[in-house]
T-cell receptor, first 111, second 114 residues
Framework: QKEVEQNSGPLSVPEGAIASLNCTYS??????FFWYRQYSGKSPELIMSIYSNGDKEDGRFTAQLNKASQYVSLLIRDSQPSDSATYLCAVPSGNTGKLIFGQGTTLQVKP | ETGVTQTPRHLVMGMTNKKSLKCEQH?????MYWYKQSAKKPLELMFV???????ENNSVPSRFSPECPNSSHLFLHLHTLQPEDSALYLC?????????????FGAGSRLTVL
């Protein structure tokens, strides 16, 4: 089992719809969870972090964490074409700063 | 300059060449990282430095040699690379090397090995 798993997509949604991106992880002791966004040809940038079970909202973005199911998701409401990018889920493993990234899900928002 | 700066942005080298990638961070962070990003594969951590000391070497071939002279600068020395080493090499920094810290990435160095 991969340490961090994501569906590579592409996930295609119409403009204005809700995009739902999912991630599962294998390390049960993980405490921090991150979503990075990477536009084509650019470097990853952090958009959300979540540490506790439940939901965390930031503008149009909501991160959801379920530690019992080892599942973290990212919801993007009112999706815009500018949201088209690859979304990377990342989970720390161990104490050395070893951030394990998933393969990333490519999101396409069609006007 | 601000953030994390990487040079060169693009590099083409032959398998017998020796070159270096440079990374500089202006954020006052204490940890720096090299990641490799290949097409269709997850980001792979190569090296972690904390206060100029290497704390992680992720089974990287010896043809990649990191150097961290101070907490603001990180190099990746390259020699006798293989075509499969062609990838985007990303430098990142964080406040400390604790896994809970947010990474700030540089723009990357796109390497092509002929």
């Amino acid at each position: 089992q991969k340490e961090v798993e994501q569906n590579s997509g592409p996930l295609s949604v119409p403009e204005g719809a809700i995009a739902s991106l999912n991630c599962t992880y294998s390390d049960r002791v993980s405490q921090s969870f991150f979503w990075y966004r990477q536009y084509s040809g650019k470097s990853p940038e952090l958009i959300m972090s979540i540490y506790s079970n439940g939901d965390k909202e930031d503008g149009r973005f909501t991160a959801q964490l379920n530690k019992a199911s080892q599942y973290v998701s990212l919801l993007i409401r009112d999706s815009q074409p500018s949201d088209s990018a690859t979304y990377l889920c990342a989970v720390p493993s161990g104490n050395t700063g070893k951030l394990i990234f998933g393969q990333g899900t490519t999101l396409q928002v069609k006007p | 300059e601000t953030g994390v700066t990487q040079t060169p942005r693009h590099l083409v080298m032959g398998m017998t060449n020796k070159k270096s990638l440079k990374c500089e961070q202006h954020l006052g962070h204490n940890a720096m990282y090299w990641y490799k990003q290949s097409a269709k594969k997850p980001l792979e951590l190569m090296f972690v430095y904390s206060l100029e000391e290497r704390v992680e070497n992720n089974s990287v071939p010896s043809r990649f040699s990191p150097e961290c002279p101070n907490s603001s600068h990180l190099f990746l020395h390259l020699h006798t690379l293989q075509p499969e080493d062609s990838a985007l090499y990303l430098c990142a920094s964080s406040l400390s090397h604790s896994g809970a810290n947010v990474l700030t990435f540089g723009a990357g160095s796109r390497l092509t090995v002929l």
